[in-house]
C-alpha cells in the first residue's frame, strides 16, 4: 500500500489550501485515514481522521471549525480542507492509514504513511 500527500503550499495567514491523500495497492476499506503535521523540532501531531466508509471524523481542538477531512466515494483519495490558516498550522502534513484497532490520536496506531507536504502559512 503506498499513499501519496500532495497539496502543500505557501499560504498568507486567513487564506485556504486543500491536501490530497491518494492511495495505491489497496484501499483502506474498513479502516481509518488520517493526517497528522509536524513541525520543526516538534513531535508529529494528530490532525484528523475519517472512517473508510466517510461516516465518521474526528478532529484535533486545535483545527476544529477550520479544517475539514472528506473522502466522497470508495477508492477517491481523502482531503483536508484547511481554511482559517494561521502561521502555527506550518508543518510538514501527512497521511496515514491503518487496519489496526487503537487510539488514532497516536501515531504508532498508524502502519502506512505518505510521504508529507509542507504547508508554510506566513503571517
Known amino acids: 500500500v503506498q499513499l501519496q500527500a500532495s497539496g502543500g503550499g505557501l499560504v498568507q495567514a486567513g487564506g485556504s489550501l486543500r491536501l490530497s491523500c491518494a492511495a495505491s495497492?489497496?484501499?483502506?476499506?474498513?479502516?481509518?485515514l488520517a493526517w497528522f503535521r509536524q513541525a520543526p523540532g516538534k513531535d508529529r501531531k494528530f490532525v484528523a481522521c475519517i472512517r473508510w466508509n466517510g461516516r465518521s471524523t474526528r478532529y484535533a481542538d486545535s483545527v476544529k471549525g477550520r479544517f475539514t477531512i472528506s473522502r466522497d466515494n470508495a477508492g477517491d483519495p481523502v482531503y483536508l480542507q484547511m481554511n482559517s490558516l494561521i502561521p502555527e498550522d506550518t508543518a510538514v502534513y501527512y497521511c496515514?492509514?491503518?487496519?489496526?484497532?487503537?487510539?488514532?490520536?497516536?501515531?504508532?496506531?498508524?502502519?502506512?504513511w505518505g510521504q508529507g507536504t509542507l504547508v508554510t502559512v506566513s503571517s
Open positions: 496515514a492509514g491503518t487496519w489496526r484497532p487503537g487510539e488514532v490520536e497516536n501515531p504508532s496506531t498508524f502502519d502506512y
Open positions: 495497492g489497496r484501499t483502506f476499506s474498513g479502516g481509518v
